[in-house]
Structure formats: C-alpha cells, structure tokens
C-alpha cells in the first residue's frame, strides 16, 4: 500500500507540474518581466540591457519553440502567443545584430529581416511576415496591427506587459487608441494624415464593411468627418531605442 500511495502522490505532483507548466506558457511569464524591465512607458526599448540579458529571451524563445499552439488552445491563447513571439523574435533579431540603426539595416535589403524564417516554432523555422501575415492577420482580427512591433520609430509601440489571452481584448482596445491617438497620426475633423500602415493595410481595417476612417472613428478622441481628406506621414525605420 505505502508503494502504491507515493506513485498516486508522484502522478499527481506530476499532474500538477505540467497544470502550472501549461498556465505559465499562457501566462508569457518571462516575457512580462523582460518587457517590463527593459521597454518604457512610450514603447522605447532598451536593447543595450536586453543584449546583457540575452540568455532569459532565449529562455523565453525556447519556451515558445517547444510549446508551439495546439488545436486545444483558444483563439485568444493562440493570437497571445503568436503576437509575444513576433514582438520577442524582433527583439532577438536586434539583439543578434546589436549595435544597429535600424531592423532595415540588417543584411542590407529591407525584406530581408521580415522574409528570412529564423523564428522557432515547434519543429518549423517562421520568418516575421509568416507570423504576422501567414499565421495572425488571417485571424480577422486588424487590431493585431497595433500590438506587433518592427522594431521602428513609425511602428506602434512595442507593450510594457506581455499580451495574455484572459485580458486580451482590452489590451488590443488600448493598443489601438494609443496607436490611433499618438503623434504617429495627425487628425482632425475634416483632415487627417496617418501612419502609412492605414495604406499598406487598408483592406484588413475595412474588412467588416467600414472604412479606415469609421474604423479610426472608434478609437479616436477626435470625431473625423467620414470625407475628410486623408494623407499619409513618412514612415521612420529609425530603431526605437532608448
């Protein structure tokens, strides 16, 4: 009897273990505190302290390599994840060229850091734009333009937290006012000049039947005629670096 009661108290401490193991992937624990130690409040990112701390994003890149999604997962856990592995692999591709001007820079051709699949997934290599536009924008949901960072000045800030598929939506809803609201927009009632990234993805900020402008008009602090006149800013690669 004393046998067979440590192996039901091993089973369950084995039980158990792999319960918190599978939360603390949902969780994005080491994540949370590499962002939140090393990018502020406006999206800067330290990648100087990120560079010194480069065997914990590894750690968390392992996590994610050998946790890939499963058809069990929901979609929040599955848009969580894939939007903290595109924003930590960005970092790490930085990281791997620091110092850097700008993600551009990186082997000289501009496609070539988005195109190139480095990012580990399972048992497949992903590049940035396989993530992005192959595996998170076919989730129909655009408010993921907000939330993933290049790495640039024109890019929405990359978050202090890590997304978590529990609070996912409201913090898709913040990242899209603070995106809409920010300097990287200019608007009024009758004139608007935005990110280029309201031209380079029109289609998926109109995909319900609205247009860009009604869709910015649900985020924006300043109500924007329907046919106010639009024009695009400059889109900065510069790094956002600290």
Excluded at 17 to 40: M, N, R
Excluded at 44 to 63: C, G, Q
Excluded at 108 to 130: E, Q, V
Excluded at 155 to 177: G, I, R, V
Aim: contains cysteine; proline residues 2%; negative net charge.
């Amino acid at each position: 009897m004393k046998t067979l009661k440590h192996l039901f108290i091993i089973c369950l401490l084995s039980s158990l273990g792999t319960t918190g193991f599978a939360q603390d992937i949902h969780q994005h624990l080491q994540w949370d505190q590499l962002v939140k130690s090393h990018v502020d409040n406006e999206g800067n990112v330290d990648y100087k302290a990120f560079k010194s701390n480069e065997k914990a994003l590894d750690a968390y890149l392992r996590v994610l390599e050998q946790n890939p999604p499963k058809l069990s997962w929901t979609t929040n856990q599955k848009k969580a994840y894939l939007i903290n592995a595109y924003n930590a692999f960005t970092v790490k591709l930085i990281v791997k060229h620091y110092p850097v001007e700008s993600i551009r820079a990186i082997d000289g051709r501009f496609s070539k850091p988005f195109t190139t699949a480095f990012a580990k997934i399972g048992d497949k290599a992903y590049s940035l734009d396989d993530i992005e536009k192959g595996l998170l924008l076919k989730m129909g949901d655009p408010r993921v333009h907000f939330a993933v960072n290049c790495a640039s000045e024109s890019c929405p800030k990359l978050a202090d937290e890590a997304f978590l598929a529990t609070t996912l939506d409201q913090q898709l809803d913040q990242a899209a006012y603070d995106f809409v609201n920010s300097d990287k927009n200019q608007l009024s009632a009758s004139e608007v000049k935005l990110s280029k990234i309201f031209k380079w993805y029109a289609s998926d900020f109109e995909s319900e039947g609205t247009s860009v402008i009604q869709f910015i008009n649900q985020y924006a602090d300043t109500s924007i005629d329907e046919d106010a006149s639009i024009d695009y800013l400059t889109y900065s690669w510069e790094l956002n670096g600290q």
